[in-house]
């Protein structure tokens, strides 16, 4: 959930259940309003929503988690909520997924969808995923809001310890803007359904199924990243040579994170310094001759020092990701090495355009 300590009341509702009990059987999003900054009315809404939705599945309110985006210091419209929420559960249905990922949209222009499956034996895993975000994306656990569900039969304490590394290498390396969300989730859930021989410790069938949470967890955060609000192409930021994969992270989202460095790609201008700069701040020592930097196919820098590169090329090269299918051919690369060590990550975000600004400064007007 949000590192923010403004919190939705949704956020508060579901740390305190899960506490007492790790496990859900149902979760309900309500989109239009964060319910944050709302105090003790806001919690109260919250509390009506599981207890709503209790009784219409006839399961006890404790197994019923909750998310809400929208604008804050807007409570839940309860008439609505509660008039729909019967004919929500008629609805109910396995091919949903798309309708859902749709339903929570807000300033996304794509609603953002993943579904995969893999043998374990001679019995299909499934695990599917949906999300959304666009703008406030600089999460520091999850993102905005994300929901996984698998039918792998896994005990809980591992499967929390997968989502939080699969966390920490896809939603926790992606930013838009710089901003933190108050209603950060990432709920996922794993039934058992798919009746394979339960998944208890580690071993070979854990780094299977956790590489296919990790698969559709980087695949949902690209996915977040690409739609930031006014973007025209992703970026990818790749780190190597640091100390550890810890200290490339930093630097990575650094980097991508980086408003000079995200205006520059914007402009279609190959600016090697403002990467160079945003590599220096991120707060991760390392020598300044062992620094390279690349951009697609163009080395700019080397051993500290930059190079002679063709800059109309490298435009032409931020003109064509603009331009590109999306999340295939849309790609900007950024490739930094700050040394020799075994430290590697990546991170992801989007160009800076004069669009942001327009999305943004209208928002609840």
């Not at 790749?238 to 914007?266: H, M, N, P, R, Y």
């Amino acid at each position: 959930f949000t590192t923010s300590t403004v919190r939705a009341a949704c956020v508060d509702y579901c740390r305190t259940r899960l506490q007492t009990k790790p496990s859900a059987k149902a979760i309900l999003c309500n989109a239009g309003q964060a319910n944050a900054a709302t105090g003790e009315p806001g919690l109260a809404d919250a509390l009506e929503c599981a207890k709503l939705l209790g009784e219409a599945l006839n399961i006890p309110p404790e197994s019923i988690l909750l998310a809400s985006t929208g604008v804050i210091g807007q409570r839940i419209k309860m008439e609505p909520l509660r008039a729909g929420i019967p004919a929500l559960v008629a609805a109910a249905s396995s091919t949903g997924s798309d309708a859902a990922a749709k339903a929570i949209c807000t300033t996304d222009l794509v609603p953002k969808t993943i579904a995969l499956e893999t043998m374990f034996g001679d019995r299909p895993v499934r695990i599917g995923g949906i999300c959304k975000g666009s703008g406030m994306i600089h999460p520091n656990m999850a993102t905005m809001l994300a929901f996984v569900t698998c039918d792998a039969a896994v005990s809980s304490h591992l499967w929390q310890e997968m989502l939080s590394r699969a966390a920490n290498r896809s939603f926790n390396q992606i930013t838009v803007d710089g901003d933190t969300s108050t209603n950060d989730s990432l709920i996922a859930l794993a039934n058992g359904q798919s009746r394979t021989p339960a998944i208890t410790e580690k071993g070979p069938e854990a780094d299977k199924l956790e590489a296919m949470l990790t698969e559709v967890c980087v695949h949902l955060a690209k996915a977040i990243a690409r739609d930031g609000e006014g973007a025209t192409c992703l970026v990818e930021v790749q780190v190597s040579g640091a100390s550890d994969e810890v200290s490339a992270s930093k630097i990575a989202k650094t980097i991508v994170g980086s408003s000079l460095v995200k205006a520059a790609i914007f402009g279609r201008d190959p600016n090697w310094g403002r990467i160079a700069a945003a590599a220096g701040r991120a707060g991760v020592p390392f020598e300044q001759e062992n620094l390279r930097i690349q951009l697609g196919d163009f080395l700019m820098m080397e051993n500290g020092q930059p190079l002679p590169f063709d800059k109309s090329a490298a435009s032409n090269y931020l003109k064509a990701a603009a331009a590109g299918e999306y999340l295939k051919e849309d790609t900007v690369l950024i490739q930094v090495s700050v040394g020799n060590g075994a430290g590697f990550a990546k991170a992801w975000g989007c160009d800076l355009s004069y669009d942001y600004v327009k999305i943004n400064a209208e928002y609840t007007t």
